[in-house]
């Protein structure tokens, strides 16, 4: 085909997949990084037919916007959100696994949240209840050509990311020049020797590597015991840990209509700590639409796009924010 796909007919590796454990794409990247753009470029031409595939998406807020966005896409999808799956919603994506095990399933398509740590999700993929019912196919990384590493996370972290992933995409690559590029590829490279490196531009990489004959480098039928090291503060929300101040989420509603240029006062007053803002806005210029909002701090003015079809139930108004340690009552006091 044109896209250079293997197609599913004919390719013994696809053919032969559901005769063992459910296979998972798990794509892991900080906030912004663009996985859930990628994921929709990736399911356009992936070999696995729609109706034998399932979307698992992760939010860590309270309202699942990544899930809104490829609620359109002709795929079951559950969602989780409220939490990460690396640590505080763990249990609900074992559950969910095990159950779609046992159903007439070839492929599971997880987006973790932009908290979550690879290393803890890679954990709980294998663990013990789900041990001969689910293979680990892909851990993919997406990464922000422009972004990485982020700044409020330490290097260890970004690190212990990239290192887990056998699958590392560069993303947004049209936002830096060629010599960064190069230096971003190096010091990739000798963090994880052993990843395939893609490199593309707003989300449009070809997933030729994941229905390689190759097996995946990483270690699916073995435990992974760690402790929970997310950023997400997880494991004790009162509790500062030595990577630095955990991750909060805060959100805020917005039940009537707003202008766009009121949407935009907001975004600008927000303080610098409020390293991602998302959600779903109605505006006062088409109040009886729903729009996608999305926001990366220090990345330029916020999209805002139509959400369409809107699932139903129709998602809460109102934005998520996200960063560290955040203050409800003073965010609260910006965006009356």
């Known amino acids: 085909p044109a896209s250079g796909l293997i197609p599913l007919h004919g390719c013994p590796i696809l053919d032969a997949m559901r005769k063992g454990p459910l296979p998972v794409v798990a794509l892991t990247g900080f906030l912004g990084s663009g996985k859930t753009t990628l994921l929709k470029h990736w ?45 505080t919603s763990y249990g609900e994506l074992i559950d969910e696994l095990d159950d779609l095990s046992a159903q007439d399933v070839e492929m599971v398509w997880l987006e973790t949240s ?4 690879p290393e803890e999700v890679l954990d709980h993929l294998t663990d013990p209840q ?20 982020g700044s409020w996370r330490h290097r260890a972290v970004e690190e212990s990311e990239v290192r887990f992933a056998d699958i590392l995409v560069i993303n947004k690559a049209d936002l830096v020049d060629a010599a960064r590029l190069e230096q971003l590829h190096a010091q ?41 090291g997310c950023c997400c503060g997880g494991h004790d929300e009162a509790e500062e840990d030595d990577e630095g101040p955990a991750a909060s989420v805060h959100f805020h509603p917005l039940e009537a209509p707003l202008s766009r240029t009121r949407l935009g006062e907001m975004i600008r007053a927000l303080p ?5 803002a998302k959600g779903v806005v109605r505006l006062s210029e ?15 003015e916020p999209l805002v796009v139509p959400l369409d079809p809107v699932p139903e139930p129709a998602p809460a108004t109102g934005l998520v924010l996200i960063g560290p340690r955040l203050d409800p009552a003073m965010l609260n006091g910006l965006l009356i």
């Open 272 to 276: 610098g700590d409020v390293m991602r």
């Open 286 to 300: 088409s109040p009886e639409r729903y729009h996608i909002f999305q926001y990366v701090h220090g990345q330029g």
């Open 188 to 228: 990739l490279r000798a963090l994880n020797p052993g990843a395939e490196i893609v490199v593309c531009e707003q989300g449009r990489a070809e997933a030729r590597t994941l229905w390689s004959p190759a097996a995946s480098a990483l270690a699916a039928g073995e435990e992974h015991d760690h402790g929970c």
């Open 114 to 117: 932009g908290l979550a740590e």
């Open 43 to 87: 399911l356009r031409d992936a070999p696995v037919e729609a109706a034998k595939s399932v979307l698992i998406i992760n939010d860590f807020g309270p309202v699942n916007i990544d899930a809104a966005l490829l609620s359109g896409l002709p795929y079951e999808l559950r969602s989780i959100a409220g939490g990460c799956v690396c640590c």
């Open 130 to 149: 789900l041990r001969g019912k689910v293979t680990v196919r892909r851990l993919v990384q997406v990464i922000d050509a422009a972004n990485y590493p």
